[in-house]
C-alpha cells in the first residue's frame, strides 16, 4: 500500500484546539503549505522540526498565544 502521506502538499489543521506540535512531520517530505492559525499554540520550539522542510512556503500562525 502506498504512504500518501509522502505526497501530501498541503495540510490545513487550523481551529482545531491544538496546544502543543507534537507530531512528526517527517513523514510529509513535500509538504508546502501548512495553516495552524486559530489553535492555542504557545511554545515555539513546536515548530523547530519545520526548519528542515525545504519546501514548506506557506506557514500559517496567527491566532495563537504564540503570536
Given at each position: 500500500m502506498p504512504d500518501?502521506?509522502?505526497?501530501?502538499?498541503?495540510?490545513d489543521l487550523?481551529?482545531?484546539?491544538?496546544?502543543?506540535?507534537d507530531y512528526d512531520f517527517a513523514d510529509f517530505v513535500h509538504l508546502r503549505t501548512l495553516y495552524?492559525?486559530?489553535?492555542?499554540?504557545?511554545?515555539l520550539n513546536d515548530f523547530t522540526q519545520l526548519s528542515n522542510h525545504a519546501n514548506l512556503k506557506t506557514f500559517m500562525i496567527h491566532g495563537n498565544p504564540l503570536t
Open positions: 500518501h502521506k509522502a505526497n501530501l502538499q498541503w495540510l487550523s481551529h482545531n484546539y491544538l496546544e502543543k506540535l495552524l492559525h486559530c489553535n492555542f499554540l504557545y511554545d
